[in-house]
Structure formats: structure tokens, C-alpha cells
């Protein structure tokens, strides 16, 4: 019974954290939302890079694979496109966080600058570059450059959010 109960609210943990994106994803999708000088903040991804921070179980990657394709819906892009990366980075920091780093403050805005600005730097590449847009500098300062930066201020709120959730819902240990 007792496993019964912790496998529930393993998936009410899951859960919870899948409406968390879902509720970025729409927040992300208002216009004119947060937005600074036609900047508007990527509220996803590092929500995704925190939780691969705090979370190290596989089951993490269903909420990666419903983040990708949220900002690939919102976005536009095709499916792959966010979800590929999303995951690739996700993987890396939870890799990194078990061997290299700890889970705090500096390493979570750290990781997630990075993460967001070579996913959105890859973005630029395929929807930019590639296509032959004019003006490269300043859509690549205003869309990665800027927009990584911006999105990571929200990291701590995230760790918080992230660091409530789990000590609400603590992993059950069979040893």
C-alpha cells in the first residue's frame, strides 16, 4: 500500500511539473507579456535546464519532450526543432550536475544562460542564417543574444518553484 501511495505521488509530482510548463507555454504565448524593448523573455527552457538540475530521474523526460513541442507549437517551427535540443541540453546538465557542479544559485544561472543561448543560437542558424535574412546582427542581438539573457532571470524563481515541488513530493527509496 505504502508504494502504492508513493508511486502516486510520483505522479502527481510529474504532473504538477507538466502544468507548470504548460502554464509557462502560455504565459510565453501573451503578446506584449514581459516583453522589454521588443525582447520578449523564453520562460521554457530554463524552466526545462533547472528541473534536469534538481531532478535527476528519467521519467524527466516526458516534461522535456511536452516542453519542446509547447515552444515548437508557439514558435512555429517544425517538430525537432526545440525538443531535440531541449532534451540534449537537459541530459548535459543533468550529467554535469552529478558529476561536475552542485544544484545552486550561480551554477543554475549559469547553465541556463548557456543552454538558452546555444538553443536559441541554433534556432537563429536554421531560421536566419540559412534563409538569407538581412540585418543578421541585429536579430541575433536582439533574439539570442539578449532574449538568453533576459530569460535567465527568471532561474531562481524557477529552483524555488522546483526545490518546493520535490521537497513536497520526496522520492521514494526501495533500499
Keep these: 500500500m505504502n508504494s502504492r501511495k508513493n508511486a502516486i505521488e510520483q505522479i502527481i509530482k510529474y504532473v504538477l511539473l507538466a502544468l507548470c510548463v504548460f502554464v509557462l507555454y502560455i504565459l510565453q504565448g501573451i503578446p506584449g507579456f514581459l516583453q522589454i524593448f521588443d525582447v520578449k523573455p523564453v520562460l521554457i527552457i530554463p524552466f526545462c535546464i533547472n528541473l534536469a538540475m534538481l531532478e535527476e530521474d528519467e521519467h524527466t523526460l516526458i516534461v522535456y519532450v511536452i516542453a519542446g513541442l509547447l515552444m515548437e507549437l508557439s514558435a512555429g517551427r517544425i517538430v525537432g526543432m526545440y525538443t531535440i535540443p531541449l532534451i540534449i541540453a537537459c541530459v548535459v546538465c543533468t550529467i554535469l550536475v552529478k558529476f561536475v ?13 548557456v543552454c538558452t543561448f546555444v538553443i536559441l543560437l541554433a534556432d537563429f542558424f536554421f531560421s536566419y542564417i540559412l534563409p538569407g535574412h538581412k540585418k543578421l546582427f541585429t536579430v541575433f542581438f536582439k533574439t539570442v543574444l539578449l532574449s538568453s539573457g533576459y530569460s535567465v532571470v527568471f532561474s531562481v524563481m524557477y529552483f524555488k518553484i522546483i526545490s518546493a515541488i520535490q521537497s513536497r513530493f520526496k522520492k521514494f527509496d526501495a533500499r
Design 101 to 113: 557542479f552542485q544544484p545552486n544559485y550561480r551554477n543554475t544561472v549559469a547553465l541556463s544562460f
